[in-house]
């Protein structure tokens, strides 16, 4: 998490930085990873479970599709406004993933 082992300044600002984004582009999706810690396994990390747990109440599914990879720790949150615009967006998301991080394949 943090050196400090308090991260809630870093996920709010993470929060806020996202919902200004959204605010500016209606269609923004967003993604993350959930990093491993020391000797924790990338399965469902506890980074991973956290950020979830928060992405889930800031961010309706109203207006996100939810996407989770919990093999990879790896979270999407697509937007709808976009996805019925793109029905390839997920798909190509996703590539982008596999695409520029090898820990996909």
């Known amino acids: 998490m943090t050196n400090t082992f308090e991260p809630r300044r870093i996920i709010n600002t993470c929060i806020n930085i996202m919902l200004s984004i959204y605010k500016e582009n209606p269609k923004a999706s967003f993604g993350f990873i959930g990093a491993n810690g020391f000797n924790e396994d990338t399965v469902c990390t506890k980074r991973y479970r956290v950020y979830a747990r928060i992405i889930a109440t ?9 996407k989770e990879n919990i093999e990879k720790s790896a979270y999407m949150l697509i937007n709808n406004i976009a996805l019925k615009e793109n029905p390839d967006l997920t798909q190509q998301i996703e590539t982008f993933f596999i695409n520029q991080y090898d820990y996909f394949e």
């Open 58 to 66: 800031y961010f309706s599914d109203k207006f996100f599709y939810h």
